[in-house]
C-alpha cells in the first residue's frame, strides 16, 4: 500500500486544519488507517485510527472531541480532521496502515510521508 499524507501548515491556536491521506493498493492485510505524531525530540505517538470497511474510530485521549478520523472510500481517502488547536499540536503528522487495532508505531504496517503542522500561541 502507498500512502501520501498532505494538508498540513501554520495556523494559530484554536484553529483547525484538515489532513488527508490518499491510499492505493490496499491489500487485505490494510483493514485500518492511522493517524501518528512526532513532535521534535519526542516518539512518534498514536493520534487516531479507524476501520477502512466499517468506519469505526478509536482515539488517543488528547485528540478527544477536538480531532476527528474518516474516510471516503470511493476516493480511498483518509481525513483527519483537527479543531482547536493547540500550540502542543505542534508535530510532523503521518498516516500509516495496519491489519489491527494498534497504538504504537511498532504495530503500523506501511508509513506515508509525513505532513507538518505547527500551532502558534
Known amino acids: 500500500v502507498q500512502l501520501q499524507a498532505s494538508g498540513g501548515g501554520l495556523v494559530q491556536a484554536g484553529g483547525s486544519l484538515r489532513l488527508s491521506c490518499s491510499v492505493s493498493?490496499?491489500?487485505?492485510?490494510?483493514?485500518?488507517m492511522n493517524w501518528f505524531r512526532q513532535a521534535p525530540g519526542k516518539e512518534r505517538e498514536f493520534v487516531a485510527s479507524?476501520?477502512?470497511?466499517?468506519?469505526?474510530?478509536w482515539y488517543a485521549d488528547f485528540v478527544k472531541g477536538r480531532f476527528t478520523i474518516s474516510r471516503i472510500a470511493a476516493k480511498n481517502t483518509v481525513y483527519l480532521q483537527m479543531n482547536s488547536l493547540k500550540p502542543e499540536d505542534t508535530a510532523v503528522y503521518f498516516c500509516?496502515?495496519?491489519?489491527?487495532?494498534?497504538?504504537?508505531?511498532?504495530?503500523?504496517?506501511?508509513w506515508g510521508q509525513g505532513t507538518q503542522v505547527t500551532v502558534s500561541s
Open positions: 493498493g490496499l491489500t487485505t492485510s490494510d483493514n485500518f
Open positions: 479507524i476501520k477502512w470497511r466499517e468506519g469505526k474510530t
Open positions: 500509516a496502515s495496519s491489519s489491527g487495532v494498534i497504538n504504537t508505531a511498532a504495530g503500523a504496517g506501511s
